[in-house]
Antibody, heavy 118, light 106 residues
Framework: EVQLKESGPGLVQPSQTLSLTCTVS????????VHWVRQPPGKGLEWMGV???????AYNSALKSRLSISRDTSKSQVFLKMNSLQTEDTAIYYC????????????WGQGVMVTVSS | DTVLTQSPALAVSPGERVSISCRAS??????MHWYQQKPGQQPKLLIY???NLASGVPARFSGSGSGTDFTLTIDPVEADDTATYFC?????????FGGGTKLELK
């Protein structure tokens, strides 16, 4: 069964760094890409970035200077790190698998709520 | 980036037919996908590649379009369809989402 699960702190102070982990099961990170998507409260979905199956990454240009995505294939984990957090980064953060070759998001994690506040 | 434009909200009565539109700022071929999101839940895939019904999705849902104009149709609408619907394109990088259409039942 395919599953993705996000984990990380629920509260981050302004200007600090957010670290999230997406732990996957039921598939290999070397076969599928995993994307990060976030959703501020009451708002729409924002694509953040991707860890491609081959190990390269791509980022939303608006976040690129603050965002880093990496992985540990042996642990089936994808990591998101974003620095210089501000209140507008308060959101639910999702990881999602992209199905090849039609490139839609077929499985999503439950999401983790991150609040940026002092 | 490819901007996807959706109407913000629609209200329909159960049993009616509703069409939700998504317009892309540039062509996306047929690589437009639709998701349903209910409050407190993650998005759920409904339609992939413009017109293909995802597994387990009722046949009341259908999709159409290509290029820049796409439509998600629900016929007939049921009470359980109250949700926000997002379109998403994967033809152009980066991936982008529409702002979402909130469907309310009268």
């Amino acid at each position: 069964e395919v599953q993705l699960k996000e984990s990380g702190p629920g509260l981050v102070q302004p200007s600090q760094t957010l670290s999230l982990t997406c732990t996957v099961s039921g598939f290999s990170l070397t076969d599928y890409s995993v994307h990060w998507v976030r959703q501020p409260p009451g708002k729409g979905l924002e694509w953040m970035g991707v860890m491609w199956s081959g190990g390269s990454t791509a980022y939303n240009s608006a976040l690129k200077s603050r965002l880093s995505i990496s992985r540990d294939t042996s642990k089936s984990q994808v990591f998101l790190k974003m620095n210089s957090l501000q209140t507008e980064d308060t959101a639910i953060y999702y990881c999602t698998r992209e199905y090849i070759p039609t490139d839609y998001f077929d499985y999503w994690g439950q999401g983790v709520m991150v609040t940026v506040s002092s | 980036d490819t901007v996807l434009t959706q109407s913000p909200a629609l209200a329909v009565s159960p049993g009616e037919r509703v069409s939700i539109s998504c317009r892309a700022s540039e062509g996306v071929n047929s690589y437009m996908h639709w998701y349903q999101q209910k409050p407190g839940q993650q998005p759920k895939l409904l339609i992939y590649k413009a017109s293909n019904l995802a597994s387990g999705v009722p046949a009341r849902f259908s999709g159409s379009g290509s290029g820049t104009d796409f439509t998600l149709t629900i016929d007939p609408v049921e009470a359980d369809d109250t949700a926000t619907y997002f379109c998403q394109q994967s033809w152009n990088d980066p991936r982008t989402f529409g702002g979402g259409t909130k469907l309310e039942l009268k």
